[in-house]
C-alpha cells in the first residue's frame, strides 16, 4: 500500500512540475524571420504548428536540427520528425527558426501539435501572439506616437492655420482659417453686399420676371 502511494504521489508531482511551452521570439518584420522558442520539461519526438498572419518561406536551425530532425515548410505549416526515433530532450532553446512573408499587423501560433517519441500528444502552453503598432518613430515630428513600433511613414512635422499636424487647412483671403472665402462677396470684397444677379452677372441689373424668367419682361 505505501509503495502505491509513493507511486502516485510521484506521478503527481512529475505532472505538476511538467511545463511544456512554445512562444515567438526574435520577431524581424522587416528581414521577415522570427524564432520558435521551446521550454520542455517532456522529451520531444515530432512537432507541427503553423503562424496565423503571415505566410511561411522556410525553416531550420535550433534545436530540430541538433537533433537531426527532418524538418520541412509549407506557407501555413512547418513540421519536424525523425526517421530514426531521435528526440530533443528537455531544456530552454530555439526550436526552429523561420522566414515568412506578407506580415501585416500580427503573427499568432496556431495548430500546434507537439508528439513524444512515442506519439502521444504533449500538453503545450502557447505565448502571447506578436502584434505592432504603427505609427510616427520620430520624436521630432509633431504627431510623433511614443507607442508606435514601426515607422508607417505619417510623420508630419507642421501644424496647419488649425493647429491640426499634418493638416491641409489655410488662411483665406478674408483671414478666417479654412474659410475658403465664404466672406468674399462676388466683387472680391470681403464682407461685401455685392450679389449676382439671375444672369449671372456681379452687380448687374438683371431680375426675374413675374413668369420666373430672367430678364424675361412678363409683368
Sequence with gaps: MRS???ILFFSIFSISIS???LSLTNVDTAAGTLDIHMENTDVVGGFQFGL???SVTGASGGSAADAG???SSSATTVLGFSFSGASIPAGEGTLVS????GFVDSICLDGVVMSSTGGTALDFDLG???SVTFGCTD?????YNPDAMEDDGSCAYESDCAGECGGDAVVDECGVCDGGNADMDCAGVCN??????????CEGSAELDACGVCEGGET
Design 4 to 6: 502505491f502511494i509513493r
Design 19 to 21: 511545463q511544456n511551452i
Design 52 to 54: 496565423a498572419g503571415v
Design 69 to 71: 530532425f527532418t524538418v
Design 98 to 101: 523561420v522566414s515568412f512573408d
Design 128 to 130: 502571447d501572439c506578436y
Design 139 to 143: 520624436d521630432t515630428a509633431c504627431n
Design 192 to 201: 461685401g453686399t455685392a450679389e449676382v444677379d439671375c444672369a449671372g452677372i
